[in-house]
């Protein structure tokens, strides 16, 4: 549980200076799925706690990203909602439930689908920028 606290502490420091740059939404988004997949694959609840603490941690520097006008509001929503689901696995985890919290990474992954199909630009945006 100590490490745990490490990292969630270490991780919010990071955040605090990578907060007074522009947020690389490529990278954050690299990393996100790299934890992501760390999470899925973690054969413990210790192991899956350390990749959902590290990619809460990006998904906090994802919200302070910039976004198309067009379509900040949406993907703001998308975060928030993706947010909601990643305390609910949490809250399995300290309850010691691996296989809940894996079930509720199968909800991040439909929000996931849901919201980068709005991320490609149209035909529109292509010709006119």
Known sequence: MKTVIFVVITGLLFCGFAFANDVDM???????????????????VEQMTLALASFETQLQQAQQGKFQADKADLYQQGLKELAVEVDQAQLLLEQQNLEGAKQQL????????KYHKHRKPSFWQLIFG
């Open 26 to 44: 490529e990278k954050t988004m690299k990393q996100m799925a790299l934890n992501f997949k760390q999470a899925k694959e973690a054969q413990s």
């Open 106 to 113: 199968l909800k991040m992954d439909e929000l996931r689908k």
